[in-house]
């Protein structure tokens, strides 16, 4: 009776691992960059500094009136923290990645809300609009030097 017990916790555990790993992709539609939905977390590679992605993700925190907690960004990573309304953490992580791009990822909630990751995702997409800025890669408190303005 115990080994059958210890075999079917077993083969509950290894389910439950794999079916929880399954990801699925989904694609913003205006500008067709992919996400993938994992372990709980939507994680994209965006085509664009890690500067201009933190930028568009505060605009999309503010524009879904989320509480923002803590928010703050270097050359290396970037990380937004808010609450929603019904006081779940959403968790914006940003990692720099070569050639100015930039790794984007959104937990919401302990357990993961697929459905609210895939809308702050599309926001930020839309914040971000189809050309870079010609600021991008600097800090928004540095000041442009005259040679990049021409």
């Known amino acids: ?15 439950c691992w794999f079916c929880q790993g399954c990801a699925s992709t989904v694609r913003e539609p205006t500008r067709g960059v992919e996400a993938k939905y994992q372990w709980d977390v939507l994680e994209a590679r965006v085509d664009r ?20 907690i803590y928010k703050g960004v270097d050359g290396l990573a970037g990380a937004i923290r808010a609450v929603d309304a019904r006081f779940e953490n959403v968790d914006v992580q940003l990692g720099a990645l070569p050639r100015s791009r930039t790794l984007l990822t959104i937990q919401i909630g302990l357990f993961g809300d697929k459905d609210k990751s895939i809308v702050l995702f599309e926001h930020i997409m839309a914040q971000l609009g189809d050309e870079p800025s010609p600021t991008a890669g600097r800090p928004r408190d540095e000041p442009a030097d005259s040679a990049d303005e021409l």
């Open 1 to 15: 009776m115990t080994a059958r017990a210890v075999t079917l916790v077993v083969a509950a555990f290894v389910g």
């Open 49 to 68: 500094s890690i500067w201009e992605v933190h930028e568009a993700a505060q605009e999309a925190v503010e524009d879904l009136e989320l509480r923002v």
